[in-house]
């Protein structure tokens, strides 16, 4: 048992190169029937929620989004079943029915409604609900069709991201929270360490009985909506989310270690601490390292290591503000949409005459105002220091 939960180290990679709808669904069904089969989760008459990555609204060849494909391979194992699936998720930007509509058909996800069967959720009604089982946060707002689910099954896009170092299995369940909820967590919990713990209660809370990474092709760079695809040819199976972060930083080339949410999930005994520690189940040669390239508003300098240990702690916070990044808008590109102030959790975005402003006293750095904003016009500025030090 893990924090009160079982779960299994056992994950599963499967090679695929390709979003061809065959390939895919082969791919998934031998993965799954390497752990037990779907039928070993999904029982005749359930609900089970897809919950895939729908951060925005963008075509599946951008690589920002989880592929149809992915989604529909699932969707169709889960009706063989006997049960029903529901496609659920609560992307960033504007909270109303019509924006969410938009996300589901750019996304691809009425599409595979329409060829599934499966359902897509337009319910925008929440819950709280009390978690015992956290270690921070014992209470959770979130969407009813996700708590009125009989199974969730999980289905995250491999991502760099500029908070988190990564987006992939525990991150994507911050989804389950409806509309901009999300941005009242984010200004609340500004400090990276302590997102990260509520990142790992939420997953806890939610408790997804499967997850599956599409890591076919990931998004590297200023992600996890401006950066690059980049071709990885895998996907991940396992009832382990924690488990899947450490592979999935890994197999990007970071140290799991210096990701916040994986060394939180360590210090509960929900991760492993090794690569050896992993039951890979079939072959582990289907794994292979494909090196992304970061973020630029990452810090990729750790004080506490080295020669860092001689500065005094007291003058740390002045040498991190020095260092801290601050947003540019670009006006060559910006179409003054008014996304970034509408998603900005501390409000500190005017719209001028020319471009956005943003309020640096006020700006917590969640950089949510890049990830949602659909030209790109975002971009991340160091100061003169942090640009010598992080080689920006």
């Known amino acids: 048992m ?9 994950v599963v990679i499967e090679k695929c190169d390709n979003y061809d709808i065959e390939n895919v669904r082969e791919r998934i069904k031998e993965g799954l029937q390497l752990l037990g089969g779907i039928e070993k989760w999904v029982k005749p008459g359930m609900t089970v929620v897809l ?118 299995a525990v991150k994507n369940l911050y989804g389950t929270i409806p509309g901009l909820i999300k941005g009242e967590y984010h200004l609340n919990l500004a400090e990276i360490q302590h997102f990260s713990s509520f990142l790992i209660d939420l997953a806890l809370c939610v408790n997804p009985a499967l997850t599956i990474v599409d890591a076919v092709v990931g998004m590297e760079g200023e992600g996890p909506s401006a950066g690059k695809p980049k071709k990885t040819g895998m996907i991940f199976i396992s009832e382990n989310p924690f488990t899947l972060d450490y592979l999935a930083a890994a197999t990007i080339g970071l140290e799991p270690e210096k990701i916040a949410t994986v060394v939180e999930s360590q210090k509960r005994g929900l991760c492993v601490k090794s690569m050896a520690e992993i039951d890979f189940v079939g072959t582990k040669d289907n794994h292979g390292t494909v090196p992304y390239q970061l973020p630029k508003s990452i810090k990729q300098i750790d004080f506490t290591d080295g020669l860092g240990r001689r500065i005094p702690k007291w003058l740390l916070p002045t040498i991190y503000e020095w260092l801290k990044p601050s947003l540019k808008f670009n006006s060559s590109v910006c179409t003054k949409c008014g996304i970034c102030k509408e998603s900005c959790p501390p409000a500190a975005i005017t719209l001028d005459e020319i471009k956005p402003v943003v309020d640096s006293e006020k700006c917590i750095r969640c950089y949510c105002c890049q990830e949602l904003c659909p030209k790109h016009a975002v971009e991340i500025s160091y100061p003169w220091l942090g640009r010598i030090l992080f080689r920006r």
């Open 2 to 10: 893990k924090g009160g939960l079982a779960l299994s180290d056992a």
């Open 51 to 168: 919950k895939p990555n729908l951060l925005t609204r963008k075509s599946p060849e951008q690589a920002v989004t989880t592929h149809p494909h992915i989604v529909q391979a699932v969707a169709e194992l889960i009706q063989k079943a006997g049960a029903k699936a529901v496609i659920v998720d609560s992307p960033g930007g504007p909270d109303s029915k019509a924006y969410l509509r938009s996300v589901y058909k750019t996304t691809g996800m009425e599409e595979v409604a329409g060829k599934t069967g499966a359902i897509v959720s337009y319910n925008p009604q929440k819950v709280e609900l009390k978690f015992e089982g956290g270690s921070q946060f014992r209470k959770f707002t979130l969407l009813k069709t996700i708590v009125e689910a009989d199974l969730v099954i999980n289905l995250p896009k491999l991502k760099t991201h500029g908070l988190t170092l990564i987006s992939c």
